[in-house]
């Protein structure tokens, strides 16, 4: 890869053929290569009389990347070679660009034939060098990876099953990464693609395309059916080297689609639905060219002759951006384009607008016609149809730019309001389905209020009779059953919903069920306790059936509650609105006019120049800013520049236009010579620092011609870098380009290589950057720089009138939705659009709400002291304190729920009744599901604010005399005495013991929970002596147990160790009957007030261990007592009168 404008030749086993992974590494590998390649260049250089030509590349250096030396990304051989497992690399010419090449100005006079003669003696004595080195040949290897790809196409004909007929003269195009691979079907259907990366070398796949050309016209005449060839067969993950696929080709079509750039964000369009406009579903063959790729604005979709096509496009998997239907205002939702009549798609923006305005209009009226306003929506369609016929009229008159950007425009509206409206009409919808969700607790409660019937048939007629009814009132004066096709079908899918959850339900339910008898078989245990869930529902239905034991009261609080929502929905709105804003930065402004930018420096596309400046054509003067980047945004990009022998490097590239000095006055900064022209494209601006570096004079500046990329510049000026540093844009920010040193670049997931083919962007550098320093920046025509791959990174402009700036920035905030900067004589802004909502009314319902508070609050006070005497009924039968307080709460909540649903009800009936009468002037009943369901829960929020004092006093008269938490003794020394609140019998210890000390024994050798045990031991001794051990034959005639373990309490790091001893004694009251448990801890390692703070959870555990022993059944604690029997066998134990 030779040419005859660089400054030198380099080895090169890297290039831009594969992108590699980041581990894969051939330093090592190729260093003898390198010393060797050093050495023999010196001596061809000194034996030739040649300057230093060759360039250390083959080692990497972290100051001078390998891609540093090649401006033009070139691919080259000695990729291939190194990944087929050989020593083999390239000899390529450095900093050349290149620019020629390819082009019809590659001609013989401009070939630098002096430097191409000493490049040519340099490498003809080289590889004799080379030639003669034994050490050439070395055993290291580099990895293989070199893969092929093999394949069958068949053809499937029109009417048949199966593709079983060959697919010869198909052109196959691979791509995998930046790399292209072509190759031909033969005519027994077979194809080879060879020099394929395997997986350990890259991420990428290798995605086929396949088609066969008209011989004549060129015109595509087979592609492959998407369908039946598969993801994977034509996405194919090279996880060996040898792969296989089949592809299935069809007879096809082809349209072309322009302009694919979302036209507010410029984000490519890559989520593509395509509808076959016949069945309004899939086609059966289709294919699309290209489309996931990451700057595609031309695609090429592939269908069988006679298809009618739709299809929606979007940069995102949320909303859809772009939508084609070949539509009428009679026929909204179109009949699609017909490949045959549509070979192209031309004004593709247009016809875009066209077709979604079309069919949003419908919607928007459908909508108002039904109630549903939405101030945003209409204000935005307004402009986008105005946007729209000022676009037709350009057309007529033949001023196709005014058309293109008009039609941009009015697409863009269309694209806002598209979700909006859909996003509206399911907002209704959805609120529907909140209200029958909330009907079926309103119809239990209405059925146990008004019948309260006992038999359960008639109590499950009447609960449906009650839906039913509440539904078709529901269904008659809600609009989300006009605006849907089919009404019933969302109540019957409700419904269905409801009862799948239901099954659902009973059968986690009863697996669990099943799961805790089984542990409790293998642990010899059945527990008897009510669960939770249980007692909540136990308390919810006492609670509502107190309901009918105050009618008139019940009847009251109701009336109170439905007036109040019936007052929030009708004397109160919620509207979404377009709020724009704008926050001040500065207090100056560097200069008046507006800057469009993407947060984080990440770049535009080549389109949105013209885009803006065909918005802005008359108007302003826009100009871009352009940056030339590496791929590896951590680093700089290094440009040696050339001047009579001397080399500097410069750090930074901008591409600025010529007529930046009319925006920013960026002009200030020279300091001597010019600013570039309007035609001039080899210019450059240097800094003073540059150009002294070069020994060009700054008072001449012009004379000088530098070359860098193997070209020729003029400079024609100089300028301060400090001052380039402190002439910052309206973002605060100086025009130099960034780097992200802090960012670590890794190595890309297969998962995330996926989301980048598919047109996502995963790549976003998040951490600090730093501005490149203006003395090793260089300034030139933004034209050149992007010739040579430089990134769009910004656009400022320079509205005619200064005072029009403001106006100019509220409007575009809709029509692009870039970070937009704004300089103004007040300071430097930055404007935003949201979507904000409006509360309005909201003072008319603050007394109506503080009443109803009151009133319910009366009502729940009343009700928990007129039931003291059956609180503590319920508390007796095992309801706990909560479980008693959860059932004023249910109470509560049925009168929420029977209030807000016959508010509503009211309030939606009366609207429907009423609306076009003078009696419903100045009252406004907004349909939309959310003011209703805000509505519902504000008046559910304040019934539950007023339960709260009464559900604690009932829940304190559940417990008068009784703290619910327990404090431990404060301990004497390392020791602590504790009496636990449990009482058992004398023919009980023996299963409780047994119990505790099979729990302790379940914690030895542990390294979870709260505590793990040691040396646990059970004794018996005799309470009304000493303690003795059961060393000989005992005369007492009630022995007792004491049990002693050693335990590390958690967290285990505190070092926590104690002795427990838990003894049997006879109870303090009742000695005759009945034992109590003494529990006696001993600290022997850990911190005082560790050791009791972290007690209390292993005394808590211990409680709970006593609680469930209660709930086993007769036959579990009948086995822990035969346990501990078995094992202390004996004649005094069996002879005991308590066994």
Not at 22 to 31: C, D, E, G, K, L
Not at 208 to 227: H, M, Q, V, Y
Not at 1039 to 1064: E, T, Y
């Amino acid at each position: 890869h030779l040419s005859s404008h660089g400054d030198g030749v380099g080895a090169f086993n890297y290039g831009w053929l594969y992108d590699l992974r980041p581990h894969i590494n051939r330093t090592s590998t190729y260093a003898s290569i390198d010393r060797i390649l050093n050495r023999c260049s010196r001596q061809v250089e000194e034996q030739l009389g040649l300057p230093s030509f060759f360039r250390d590349t083959l080692r990497p250096s972290p100051l001078r990347p390998w891609q540093s030396y090649l401006p033009d990304h070139p691919a080259l051989g000695g990729e291939v070679s190194a990944l087929a497992g050989m020593l083999g690399f390239s000899l390529v010419t450095t900093h050349d660009g290149r620019p020629l090449w390819g082009t019809p100005y590659d001609k013989p006079e401009n070939v630098n034939w002096e430097y191409l003669e000493q490049q040519g003696r340099l490498i003809s004595g080289l590889v004799l060098k080379l030639t003669q080195e034994p050490e050439l040949v070395s055993n290291r290897l580099p990895l293989k990876g070199f893969s092929t790809l093999s394949g069958r196409a068949n053809f499937i004909r029109q009417g048949e099953l199966f593709p079983d007929q060959p697919a010869p003269g198909t052109l196959i195009l691979t791509y995998q990464g930046p790399s292209l691979f072509y190759t031909m079907v033969d005519t027994a259907g077979l194809f080879h693609v060879r020099g394929l990366a395997d997986r350990k070398h890259t991420a990428h796949k290798a995605i086929l395309e396949g088609f066969r050309f008209n011989t004549k016209s060129g015109e595509i005449i087979w592609a492959i059916d998407k369908a039946l060839t598969g993801k994977d067969a034509y996405r194919v993950k090279m996880r060996r080297r040898f792969m296989e696929t089949d592809l299935v080709m069809f007879a096809c079509r082809v349209t072309t689609l322009f302009a694919l750039l979302e036209p507010r964000t410029f984000s490519y369009l890559t989520k593509i639905k395509l509808i076959d406009g016949r069945s309004e579903a899939r086609p059966l063959r289709y294919w699309w060219s290209r489309i996931d790729t990451r700057s595609s604005t031309i695609a090429n979709i592939f269908l069988e002759p006679i298809t009618p096509f739709k299809l929606t496009l979007s940069d995102t998997v949320l909303k859809r951006k772009l939508v084609l239907l070949n539509s009428k205002s009679s026929k909204p939702e179109g009949s699609g384009y017909r490949v045959e009549n549509w070979p192209i798609i031309p004004a593709t923006e247009y016809l875009v607008a066209r077709d979604m305005w079309n069919l949003l209009q419908p919607r928007i009226a459908n909508l108002e016609n039904h109630g549903i306003n939405n101030e945003r929506i209409r204000s935005l369609q307004r402009e986008g149809i105005e946007s729209l016929e000022n676009a037709e009229q350009a057309l007529a008159g033949f001023q196709y730019d005014r058309f293109m950007e008009e039609s941009r425009t009015s697409w863009a509206l269309a694209s806002r309001i598209y979700n909006d409206v859909e996003r509206t009409q399911k907002d209704v919808l959805f609120g529907v389905l909140f209200y029958i969700a909330l009907f079926v607790p309103f119809s239990y409660c209405l059925e146990r209020l008004l019948f309260a019937f006992v038999d359960i048939h008639k109590r499950i007629i009447a609960f449906l009779l009650i839906l039913g009814v509440v539904i078709g009132l529901i269904y008659s004066v809600h609009p989300a059953f006009q605006l849907t096709y089919s009404p019933v079908v969302v109540i019957l899918a409700f419904f269905i919903l409801g009862l799948s959850v239901i099954v659902a339900l009973i059968i986690t339910g009863r697996f669990e069920q099943e799961m805790v008898l089984l542990q409790q078989r293998a642990r010899q245990m059945k527990g008897t306790e009510i669960s939770r869930t249980k007692a909540f529902a136990a308390a919810f239905v006492l609670g509502v059936s107190n309901l009918r034991r105050r009618p008139i009261r019940t009847v009251l609080t109701c009336v109170t509650l439905i007036i109040l929502t019936f007052t929030i929905m009708s004397f109160t709105s919620v509207k979404s609105m377009r709020h724009r804003g704008r926050l001040r930065l500065k207090e100056q402004s560097p200069y008046q006019g507006l800057l469009l930018k993407i947060l984080n420096w990440d770049s535009l596309p080549p389109e949105a120049l013209d885009t803006v400046e065909n918005k802005f054509q008359g108007q302003a003067v826009v100009v871009p800013r352009v940056w030339l980047e590496a791929k590896d945004r951590t680093k700089a990009t290094i440009v040696p520049i050339h001047l009579d022998g001397k080399e500097v490097l410069a750090r930074g590239v901008v591409g600025l236009n010529y007529r930046e000095p009319q925006v920013s006055q960026l002009e200030k900064i020279l300091s001597c010579g010019r600013w570039f022209r309007k035609d001039e494209r080899q210019v450059v601006l240097l800094s003073d620092r540059l150009a002294r570096s070069l020994g060009i004079s700054l008072k001449q500046p012009e004379k000088a011609t530098i070359s860098f990329w193997g070209m020729d510049f003029q400079v024609v000026g100089c300028f301060r870098g400090e001052e380039l540093e402190t002439h910052v844009d309206l973002d605060g920010e100086p025009l130099t380009p960034v780097i992200f040193p802090s960012e670590a670049v890794m190595e890309v997931t297969e998962v995330e290589m996926e989301a980048i083919e598919a047109g996502e962007d995963v790549q976003a550098f998040q951490s600090r950057y730093q501005h490149i320093p203006g003395d090793l920046t260089v300034l030139m025509p933004y034209q050149t720089l992007m010739s040579f791959g430089g990134a769009l990174k910004a656009l400022a402009i320079k509205p005619t009138s200064p005072e029009a700036t403001r106006t100019i920035a509220r409007n575009l905030v809709d029509r692009f939705g870039l970070t937009l900067f704004t300089g103004e004589r007040e300071g430097t802004f930055m404007y935003s659009a949201s979507d904000a909502l409006s509360y309005s009314g909201v003072p008319n319902i603050l007394i109506p709400m503080l009443i109803s508070v009151l009133i319910v609050l009366n009502t729940m006070i009343g009700s928990v002291y007129e039931r003291k005497r059956e609180i503590g009924v319920y508390t007796s039968v095992g309801l706990a304190p909560f479980h008693v307080s959860f059932l004023f709460i249910a109470e509560a909540l049925a009168f929420a729920v029977l209030s807000v649903v016959l508010g509503y009800l009211l309030a939606q009936t009366c609207a429907g009744l009423f609306a076009a009468t003078s009696l419903w002037q100045g009252i406004t009943v907004n349909y939309s599901s959310l003011a209703g369901v805000a509505a519902m829960i504000l008046v559910i929020m304040v019934v539950l604010i007023s339960v709260i004092y009464p559900s604690r006093v009932a829940a304190a008269i559940a417990i008068p005399d009784v703290t619910r938490a327990w404090t431990l003794p404060e301990p004497e020394g390392s020791e602590m005495k504790i009496t636990l609140p449990f009482l058992l019998k004398y023919t009980e210890q023996l299963g409780v013991g047994g119990y505790l000390r099979e729990y302790y024994r379940g914690h030895q050798d542990v390294s979870h929970g709260i505590f793990t045990t040691d040396d646990i031991s059970l004794e018996f001794y005799c309470p009304h002596g000493e303690i003795p051990g059961l060393t000989g034959p005992s005369h007492c005639e009630n022995d007792c147990i004491q049990l002693k373990s050693r335990v590390w309490l958690a967290p285990f790091d505190f070092g926590v160790k104690q002795f427990v001893h838990l003894i049997f004694t006879p109870s303090a009251e009742e000695p005759d009957h009945y034992l109590e448990i003494q529990v006696r801890l001993l600290r022997e390692a850990g911190e005082a007030n560790a050791w009791k703070r972290i007690n209390k959870a292993f005394l808590n555990d211990l409680r709970k261990q006593l609680l469930i022993w209660r709930s086993l059944d007769d036959e579990a604690q009948r086995y822990f007592t035969r346990l501990l029997a078995t094992e202390f066998a004996s004649e005094e134990l069996t002879a005991m009168s308590w066994l």
